[in-house]
């Protein structure tokens, strides 16, 4: 059996073989993040939500976005955590400007996106970043 784990350095190893090594310098950082959570609607079916959820991963499909994480709470036991949203998306954008051509009318995934869940939730919470 070969064990493979991440040292504390950030390198990759094999049963102490190194194999690639990797600093977080190295990977990719997106310049822009659209973070948003979504409360759906209590009375909402299980079909429902469904369709929510793949209508979100679709937001990938957008000429605009780098890269979509679609994830849903971790239940986190901390007083700290928010665990009462739904859906939670992170869009990647590779510029402030491709966030902004998201967000205007001619990027027909994302306005097709709130045309038809939009009236699914009760709340949507975004958080936009950038690189400090």
Same mark, same amino acid.
């Given at each position: 059996m070969r064990l493979i784990y991440h040292d504390s350095h950030g390198t990759l190893r094999v049963t102490g073989e190194t194999?690639?090594?990797?600093?977080?310098?190295?990977?990719?950082?997106?310049?822009?993040?659209?973070?948003?959570?979504?409360?759906?609607?209590?009375?909402?079916?299980?079909?429902?939500?469904?369709?929510?959820?793949?209508? /979100? &991963?679709?937001? $990938?499909?957008? !000429?605009?976005?780098?890269?979509?994480? /679609? &994830?849903?709470? $971790?239940?986190? !036991?901390?007083?700290?955590?928010?665990?009462?949203?739904?859906?939670?998306?992170?869009?990647?954008?590779d510029s402030e400007e491709l966030h902004a051509a998201y967000q205007s009318p001619d990027d027909a995934v994302h306005q097709a996106f709130v045309q038809n869940h939009k009236d699914k939730w009760t709340k949507v919470l975004i958080y936009d970043s950038v690189r400090a």
């Open positions: 194999v690639i090594t990797l600093s977080i310098k190295d990977l990719p950082m997106p310049a822009f993040l659209h973070t948003v959570h979504f409360w759906l609607k209590d009375e909402l079916t299980d079909d429902q939500k469904h369709e929510v959820l793949e209508g /979100v &991963r679709a937001l $990938a499909e957008s !000429p605009n976005v780098a890269r979509v994480s /679609v &994830r849903v709470p $971790a239940g986190t !036991p901390r007083e700290v955590v928010d665990n009462s949203y739904d859906i939670q998306l992170v869009c990647e954008f």
